[in-house]
């Protein structure tokens, strides 16, 4: 029962922080990447964070400097600190994980709303 389970996600005020979390279960293999992406109504979904088992990350440009992605390896999770959010930033947030030679597993989505 492969699962991705998010959390963490709500109404916050524009400058404020928000920590998003997401708990893998199931895997048979090691999760190779785990990655953030997020969605608004008739947008395509695109990458927020990504990070590797080996730690490498990967941040689009408009999260860079505000949003810091990390995992802990040995329980399955990966997290989103999200600071100085802005308005901007409204959107669902979902959580995927990749295994080696395997398409990309997805959580269902946490919402994150901004205020201005």
């Known amino acids: 029962q492969v699962q991705l389970v998010e959390s963490g996600g709500g109404l916050v005020q524009a400058g404020g922080s928000l920590r998003l979390s997401c708990a893998a279960s199931?895997?048979?293999?090691?999760?190779?990447?785990m990655s953030w992406y997020r969605q608004t109504p008739g947008m395509q979904r695109e990458l927020v964070a990504s990070?590797?088992?080996?730690?490498?990350?990967n941040y689009a440009d408009s999260v860079k400097g505000r949003f810091t992605i990390s995992r802990d390896n040995a329980k399955n999770t990966v997290s989103l600190q999200m600071n100085s959010l802005k308005p901007e930033d409204t959107a669902v947030y979902y959580c995927?994980?990749?295994?080696?030679?395997?398409?990309?597993?997805w959580g269902q989505g946490t919402q994150v709303t901004v205020s201005s």
């Open positions: 199931g895997f048979r293999f090691s999760i190779n990447a």
């Open positions: 990070i590797t088992r080996g730690g490498n990350t």
């Open positions: 995927s994980a990749q295994v080696l030679y395997f398409p990309p597993y």
